[in-house]
């Protein structure tokens, strides 16, 4: 029982993905091949590693906020933080699979089996 506790302790002070965490908050520019030029702002981060904020894309002057499901008749994406990946379940169908390196925020979006593009970002 105490061991439970210790490890329970734990993990409140040390939540899950901490350590990289901080480095996701702010503004990235890039751009996602096939779509474009795109904005992701990251206000904050969920002690679950759940983000917050929206994506920006100059495709449409599209702009879909985070919550707690990508939803397309909401227009809500869905992102989290686990350790240096960032995965993002996109609105409007695809995801998105990053790592973080620096200040850079690069990998994939991918739709289905037809459709995997570039996704880069750069921390501004």
Do not use: H
């Not at 520019?29 to 795109?38: C, L, M, N, R, S």
């Not at 995965?87 to 998105?96: E, N, P």
Request: hydrophobic fraction near 40%.
């Amino acid at each position: 029982m105490q061991l439970r506790r210790f490890f329970l302790a734990a993990a409140c002070l040390f939540p899950f993905g901490s350590q990289a965490q901080p480095a996701f908050i702010g503004q990235w520019q890039g751009e996602v091949e096939g779509i474009g030029k795109a904005r992701l702002i990251i206000t904050a981060i969920k002690a679950d590693g759940q983000i917050e904020g929206r994506m920006e894309f100059d495709l449409l002057s599209f702009v879909s906020t985070f919550a707690d499901k990508a939803d397309s008749a909401e227009n809500t994406n869905y992102g989290v933080v686990s350790g240096t990946a960032l995965r993002i379940d996109s609105a409007l169908g695809g995801k998105y699979d990053l790592v973080l390196n620096g200040t850079q925020l690069s990998g994939t979006y991918s739709r289905g089996t037809s459709l995997r593009s570039q996704a880069n970002f750069k921390k501004i």
